[in-house]
């Protein structure tokens, strides 16, 4: 059914769509659980409780939200992005950010606990006390990226509603696997299982080597 | 005369329902050792977060110089930037020894030459210089504790403020950063307030001792008088162990 | 943009700040990248299509598209779904043309003004399959599926059911209302639901030694793997008509309207016609060609 090139593309646009999109879902991500963690403000504790709350958002829920924003009937639907690999990166955005900006506030808190005083004692300012945290919390804020792409490259919810699993276009690796099982095609759908595993693989033991050389 | 370099009038501060301070009064003068000592549990922590801004007070003034800074604002920073608090349990940056003791010098814009010469220094005193490269959290509590104060010390701070700063460590240690902190002064003639529920470590080391007790300095005076002559019969108790606290 | 204004003071450790900063750009300019890519594809050279699970899982799609593409040089991109979100991506102008088997829903559609035209393009049929080895209720041989059923309620020989809403899950509940009578997986032991597409329902049939309805392509193209036979067929109830619709661009203009109407006009033609008579899956030909062009 499905040969090596197309395998290739497959793996290739899910790597590319999940990247891009813990890529988008951090650099938005990462600063706001920064500032909801550090910063000192009213409806603080409730911006937490729903960054937590999408956190375990259900990814269809997401998609469909997605689908609805991105079909030609929706507010942007004009653009044309539904099942094209950009509606694709922005559903998973979607779903990336909260993850991100979840685990990130958890790490800051913590941060913050044990150095807050410690930072300003030494004459910290705000903004010098937001990077120490950060650097500080490094190890924290670094899996809150790889879980955000663990999470994206694993999900198939979004992926199919907004990418409609287009051969050659939008078909990334979890949607080829749930396409080979309704097909019966219980090989093909653990090979590609198996490949998924060795991406996610991958990805934490590059994140494992960093934390043991202390480069995070 | 000009004003004492730090000075409390009528410091009150609670936490909720619940009173801490209530209305603390003491001066501090230029290049002394003061120490604070009371029971655990007293305000001594608190107090030292008013003093370095890090806090404000619910009533008084807390003066540098005759001047006040509410805290937050742009000139309470230059003022915290001019002294340094060392915390109770302090804790390490996840980063080496030179980077920690590298902080506070980079947070005020030290051109990276001086700062190299400054850290080494800061690391040397100490006796830490061999450890500059390593991870400063796998250190020893007690070095730990001495690159706490190396980092606070390389900022050649106006007013230095300690909190227990020895709790919890070896004697050798013990000795070793208090003769640091007498060397320090010395070197540098600055104003040092020690918190301590230590007796000893306050005679060893302080000009003048305050005993804080119910949210007041129940008596401020020179160590030796405080220790062998106390006026206050809250403080002969203290001093003999007989408060239960 | 704050993010990017100089630090007053000097911040430390800034290599975070200076990570972000680049990811920023790598972001901001992946995505400019790929709008610019999408933006380039305007006017389009491809149509999308909206079908069922079926018309893809019996390999017809990926079969014909080839030759269309080579013929008039528009690709396709199709993607399966049920019969009633297939017709809800057209209504919603998110496909360019439908290719569905729902005759009721398709009147529905075309009434309500969001179909251009409608063409019939081809036949297959349903078929009840069983065990190769037995046939418990007795109806190897039949052609009316209503009596098949019948026996297979009476004899409680285990069935499978889509249970999934699908257009053949809605013709299977279809026979069992001429059979009078609703089976429940809550009360009848012999009557299960797989939740799932048809070639899982059938491998799910095949383990379990059951019966089930199946369109007679996808059991035909799957039917090497599986331990079943067709019992019941040439039912003229069952038999399952395609159409093609080309969404109708007044309502939706952004359709690629021409791209859609070649498509339907292809399928119905005698080159698509043919194609379709000739596709082979599994040693048979699934689909009968069943094509009358009514697009103007
Ligand atoms: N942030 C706070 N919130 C509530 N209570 C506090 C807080 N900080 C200190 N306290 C209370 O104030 C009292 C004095 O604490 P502290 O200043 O740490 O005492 P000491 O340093 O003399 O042992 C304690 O009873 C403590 O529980
Ligand atoms: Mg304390």
Known sequence: ?216 | ?245 | MTALRRPREPLPWPSFVTVWRVAFVLAALLILAGMAVSIDLQPRSFIVLATTTSARDSGLLDYLIPYFQSDTGIGVRYTAVGTGQALDLGSRGDADVVLVHAPSAELAFMAAGQGLCRSPVMMNQFVVVGPNQSDPAGILGLTNATIAFERIRTTHALFISRGDNSGTNIIEKTIWSWVGYTPSTTNDTWYKESGQGMAATLDIASQLVAYTLSDDGTFLVHSANLDLRIDVQHDPALRNFYSVIPVNPSVHPSIFVAGALRFAKWLTSERGQSLIGNYTAGGVRPFQPDGQDLCP
């Open chain 1, 1 to 216: 059914m499905t040969d090596f090139s197309e395998i290739l593309q497959i793996v290739g646009l899910s790597i590319l769509v999940s990247g891009t999109s813990t890529l988008i879902g951090s650099v938005v991500g990462v600063p706001l659980g920064v500032l909801v963690a550090l910063r000192k403000f009213r409806g603080r504790n409730f911006v937490r409780t729903v960054a937590f709350t999408f956190y375990g958002f259900p990814p269809v829920l997401a998609g469909l939200l997605v689908f609805l924003i991105l079909s030609r009937g929706g507010p942007l639907g004009f653009l044309g992005f539904l099942f094209t690999p950009i509606g694709m990166i922005l559903a998973q955005s979607v779903i990336v950010m909260p993850i991100v900006m979840g685990i990130t506030i958890s790490a800051m808190m913590t941060v913050e606990k044990r150095l807050h005083d410690t930072s300003l004692a030494l004459g910290a300012n705000e903004r010098q006390w937001r990077t120490t945290a950060l650097h500080d919390a490094r190890v924290g804020v670094f899996t809150a990226v790889m879980v955000g792409f663990g999470r994206a490259i694993s999900e198939v919810g979004t992926v199919l509603i907004v990418g409609g699993n287009i051969r050659g276009q939008t078909r990334v690796l979890t949607t080829a696997i749930v396409l080979e099982i309704s097909q019966a095609h219980y090989l093909e759908a653990t090979i590609f299982g198996i490949i998924l595993f060795v991406i996610a693989f991958a990805v934490f033991a590059f994140l494992q080597r960093l934390q043991a050389k202390g480069v995070v």
């Open chain 2, 1 to 245: 005369m000009s004003a004492a370099p730090l000075s409390l009038e009528g410091i009150h501060k609670s936490f909720g329902t619940k009173p801490v301070l209530r209305g603390l009064d003491a001066e501090v003068q230029a290049g002394e050792i003061f120490s604070i000592v009371g029971p655990s549990g007293a305000g001594k922590t608190t107090a030292l977060r008013l003093l370095d801004l890090l806090d404000s007070p619910d009533a008084g003034r807390i003066t540098f110089h005759g001047k006040s800074y509410p805290i937050r604002s742009p000139e309470s920073l230059a003022q915290r930037r001019r002294m340094v608090l060392v915390m109770q349990n302090p804790t390490v940056f996840r980063a080496t020894a030179f980077e920690n003791v590298a902080y506070g010098l980079w947070l005020r814009g030290v051109p990276d030459a001086e700062l190299r010469g400054r850290v080494f220094a800061g690391l040397d005193f100490v006796g830490l210089l061999e450890a500059a490269k390593e991870s400063a959290e796998k250190l020893s509590g007690g070095e730990q504790q001495r690159i706490a104060f190396a980092r606070a010390a390389v900022l050649n701070p106006e007013i230095l403020l300690l909190d227990e700063f020895t709790a919890n460590l070896d004697p050798f240690n013990v000795r070793l950063l208090e003769q640091s902190i007498l060397r320090y002064r010395h070197e540098t003639g600055c104003t040092v307030v020690i918190v301590t529920h230590n007796l000893f470590q306050a005679k060893r080391l302080a000009d003048r001792v305050a005993l804080l007790l119910d949210g007041r300095f129940v008596e401020v005076a020179p160590a030796a008088d405080f220790f062998e002559h106390p006026v206050r019969p809250e403080t002969r108790a203290f001093l003999s162990g007989e408060m239960a606290y």
